[in-house]
């Protein structure tokens, strides 16, 4: 892999090595290794989790591949990923489209929790992956919940948290994987629904639930910008590190003091509109110019069609819209801007569900 350049300000210019490695290396313990009480099902644990829309991170500079954190916020969506884990006696097996980022995440807990069996793992996710819906995040923490509830729930749902955050890797393409970047709002928003606040460190900050009867579609722009591997990492370790030297402070009083409290009164138009000064700002600038300014001029546009929250998932291209306006209405909005929704849902704030079969 490239070592990579990284300029957060004029002397601050330093390498990243961007190496891969095969799953079950590298694993990182976070200090929760230790023997543990284990009780084996004999059922097969499924689990059902809700995507997450990612609006934004709070500050670029606090995370890195290996380094997980730099808060930010997001929601759950109606749009979701399965898993089932069955523990078997000998080897894991996966069935699933994306098998290293499984077998990794296996290997890490099962030594973290000393369980020298394997898995028989089948899983789904909603099929849109490297647009800004979370494929990744939803499938982690859908198959730590499954894994741990099938050896008898040894670790903590924050334990999990920072599990996946510290192993948090995405394929390479020739069957190895690296270090990918991690908030935390992923994991966050599909374990409790509603929108999740996060800080640094994957700590949760604030959750609430919102939106209850509103609709949310989104909107997939066609962009020539890949959202993953080398050009997300360029994109997020250099200018976007730049911006939020400058904006984090912003950035972080908008959210604590504007967007939380609009959040607390389920005042979607309030929030949509802070959501919009966060797009101008710091690494969602970034984010959003990557693709070009035209998904600024569409998202004003929509603004302007009165649609009340709009804004760029991750690093996109996906825009999400959350809206009383019917299906109707926003699809004829969308048409007339030379769009398409490509997915119609709904605000989840259930969160995750498990159950044995």
Not at 4 to 26: A, Q, W
Not at 162 to 188: C, M, R, S
Not at 238 to 267: V, W
Request: aromatic share 8%; charged share 20%; with cysteine.
């Amino acid at each position: 892999m490239a070592i990579m350049k990284i300029r957060g300000g004029d002397l601050d210019l330093v390498e990243y090595e961007f190496n891969s490695f095969n799953p079950g290396e590298d694993l990182r313990f976070v200090g929760l290794q230790k023997p543990y009480q284990l009780t084996i099902t004999n059922r097969t644990v499924r689990v059902l989790a809700p995507a997450r829309i990612h609006l934004t991170v709070l500050d670029m500079n606090r995370f890195a591949p290996d380094h997980p954190g730099g808060g930010g916020m997001g929601f759950a969506i109606s749009l979701y990923c399965t898993v089932e884990v069955t523990p078997t006696a000998g080897e894991t097996t996966i069935d699933y489209n994306r098998p290293a980022i499984i077998k990794h995440f296996c290997a890490v807990f099962s030594k973290t929790v000393g369980y020298t069996g394997g898995f028989m793992v089948t899983a789904r996710d909603h099929e849109h992956q490297h647009v800004g819906l979370g494929s990744t995040s939803c499938i982690l923490i859908s198959l730590a919940k499954a894994i741990n509830h099938a050896v008898g729930d040894p670790l903590t749902d924050d334990d999990l948290r920072q599990l996946i955050g510290h192993n948090y890797v995405e394929e390479t393409g020739d069957g190895k994987i690296a270090f990918g970047f991690e908030t935390g709002v992923g994991p966050a928003a599909s374990l409790y629904g509603g929108m999740a606040v996060m800080g640094d460190m994957l700590t949760i900050v604030h959750h609430h639930p919102f939106g209850e009867g509103k609709n949310v579609f989104i909107v997939i722009p066609s962009s020539s910008i890949s959202s993953a591997g080398q050009q997300e990492f360029e994109l997020l370790m250099n200018r976007a590190r730049t911006l939020d030297y400058r904006d984090r402070e912003q950035k972080a009083y908008c959210i604590l003091m504007d967007f939380i409290p609009a959040l607390g009164r389920d005042d979607l138009v309030r929030m949509g509109n802070i959501m919009w000064e966060i797009e101008f700002r710091g690494s969602k600038r970034a984010e959003v110019e990557h693709h070009s300014f035209e998904l600024y001029h569409y998202m004003h546009l929509l603004r302007k069609e009165g649609l009340e929250f709009v804004g760029m998932s991750s690093v996109g291209p996906s825009i999400a819209i959350i809206t009383g306006k019917s299906e109707d209405e926003v699809r004829d909005i969308v048409n007339r801007l030379g769009l398409s929704v490509a997915i119609t849902t709904t605000v989840e704030n259930t969160g995750l569900v498990m159950e044995s079969v």
